[in-house]
């Protein structure tokens, strides 16, 4: 009796994970990934089939967008049934952003699409970046009792944690345990072993062949409130030419200023076809738009609660909702719908 060995496929776009120091500057910039490879021996010792595809050139993540979701969803479709598992090596400043949107356009997903990177390159002799490597890639290969992928969504495997995608958010700039999901809980906590929380993991209703969504609409903006806005300021942003959809960074439980000028402005955006999605700007908990009058005001005024989602979803969100050429309508049916677990209703 053969054992089947894990397939797996390294998608590298980039990021410090496979970063080298310029001898000259001493700035960080990408290197080969034969580079990372090199660094890591540790990886011919799983007894996996790996192969991998990069970027050419690596990018930094702060330069990414959806074109290049587009180039790592097309990597996935292409190589889908030839692999078991995939593994997306990616920057940490937008990582949350791609985790987000590759959970909506990769619909029907039934295997492991696991995210990750590093804080320190992978050269480094005291790096974050060897250990991450590893875990991701044994994260892909496991299979629950049935010989079925353990995990079927994507998710961001970062330190001693593994997140849902789109449930997630970088919170720290400098510390190896870099991302957080405040509202759902992790889908596997490593120590010792890789301990999974069955009943957290994502499984789709469909059983149908993965379908992607290349499309994602850019049209969308994020207006974060602080005290002090004024009405000008507002309208200005409210009016972005070609806009259709905006995420609201409100404070607390979903609450704004009560007051009619700014009722007002969301009021008119919302009349001309805006759809304006109210989010909190905590980094746990959630809208609650009957709570106080002040989420009721906005309610009333045609906004859209975003319910405990992330910022990174909601735009993402809103991209894939309009880039599906949806009516402003049926973006706002499907924004109070859970499509792959990103928010709880």
Sequence with gaps: MTTHRPQILIIYTGGTI???????????????FSHLIDNVPKVKKLDYDIDNIQFAPPIDSANMNPSHWSDIARA????????????????????????????????????PVIITGSQL??????????ENLITA?????????NGRPMVQEVAI?????LWRGNRSTKTSADNFNAFKSYNYPPLARIGLGITFH??????????????????????????ELNPGMTVDTLRYLLATPGIKGIVLKTYGAGNSPSDAWFIDAIR???QRGVVVLNVTQCVSGGVHN??????????????VSGHDITSEAAITKLMYLFGMGLSAEAVKTYLGCALCGEVTI
């Design 18 to 32: 496979g970063m080298i120091e310029n001898p000259a500057t001493h700035a960080l910039q990408p290197f080969d």
């Design 137 to 145: 890639l044994q994260v892909a290969a496991a299979t629950d009792k």
């Design 268 to 270: 008119e955006a919302v």
């Design 290 to 303: 009957t709570l106080y009058e002040t989420g009721n005001s906005l309610t009333a005024a045609g906004a």
């Design 198 to 223: 069955e009943e957290a993991l994502y499984r789709s209703p469909s059983k149908r062949p993965l379908k992607v969504r290349y499309a994602m609409d850019s049209a969308v903006i994020c207006i």
């Design 76 to 111: 996935i479709e292409e190589n889908y049934d030839r692999y078991d598992g995939f593994v997306v090596l990616h920057g940490t400043d937008t990582m949350a952003f791609t985790a987000s949107a590759l959970s909506f356009m990769l619909e029907n997903l039934s295997k």
């Design 157 to 161: 495997l970062f330190n001693n944690s």
């Design 121 to 130: 390159p992978i050269g480094e002799v005291r790096t974050d970046g060897e």
